[in-house]
């Protein structure tokens, strides 16, 4: 269990952990501040399969469309989750009616998401107080994506805080900032929507990476199936979207009051997506154009999420 101290005019307040009184008390906590998952929106609680065994905690799904199946444990978990999980898998892939129903009556669900019913992709999203060590060698071998996130609660009489930790195989040598990680690539996106439209998209991920560079920011990047993300930690400050086969936008996360007043020369305003609080930009070109013009709100974006002010 790791210890938070809070270092403050000189001397270091120890914060003890402030256990969650339940696993339904931790699951609404979570529910009410799904920011902590970084880009998975949970679009339904407690889905009834029919057996015990089939109930995942929470659907949700994140900017890839993939279909994610939360589980929430109170405990220290254990290796003995993941033949649990898989059953969920299992479930999901053999029910796409019952969740494309759940998808069709959410009142949250996001416009911009596409999701093939007819081939869903089933995100794993397991999320405890701590795991075993065996747990994260044990999900690598599993063939679907399996995301293991530690969430635990410090309180003192005046403040909580929240220590939020996805877990990581840490047999390869962790990405750095702004270099590219995972499973994707620019030949992917090639191939799916054309040289043209992904030299305009890397263009516009290569500013992006340079204006980052410039300001120090710690980010990172990764390539996804139609998004690549800039993350604080595991946060989205901004990201470049496919929007459909080949066309794209710019997404910051900024307050819908600022993103409507935005008038630009050469970038342009389109919505507000509320699900993920995304902003979402297009050139007026429909090409790649300078991000000079953006900058104030990039800056915007970085203080709105990361709450740090310089």
Known sequence: MPNLYWKHEGTAKNIPVKEFPSERD???YVFKNQDLLGDI??????????????????????????????EMKNVQVS?????????????AET???????IWLEAKNKPEDINIDWDSIQIRIIIIAPLFNPNVLRMSSKINYAVDLIQIQRFSDEHDEFILVEVLED?????????????????????KNHGKEATAEFKKTMDALAAFVKEQKWNLTYNLNKT????KLGNKIIF????????????RLKIPEEVSKNYKGQKWAYQRYEKSFNDAIFRTLSGNYENIDE????LILAYKHVSGIEK
Request: aromatic share 14%; with cysteine.
């Open 294 to 297: 953006l900058k104030d709100l």
């Open 79 to 91: 290796e003995d989750v993941l033949p649990q999980v898989l059953s969920y898998a299992v479930w």
């Open 227 to 230: 998004y690549v993300p800039f």
């Open 239 to 250: 990201h470049v979207e496919f929007d459909s086969t080949q066309k794209w936008s710019l």
């Open 41 to 70: 929106i949970i679009i339904y609680r407690q889905i009834r399969s029919g057996t015990r065994q089939g109930i995942p905690d929470m659907l949700g799904v994140d900017p890839d469309g993939n279909i994610c199946l939360i």
């Open 26 to 28: 931790f699951e609404e």
């Open 170 to 190: 840490t047999s390869y040598k962790k990405a750095i900032s702004t270099k590219p990680m995972g499973d994707y690539s620019w030949e992917y996106y090639e």
């Open 95 to 101: 029910n796409p009616d019952s969740i494309k129903a």
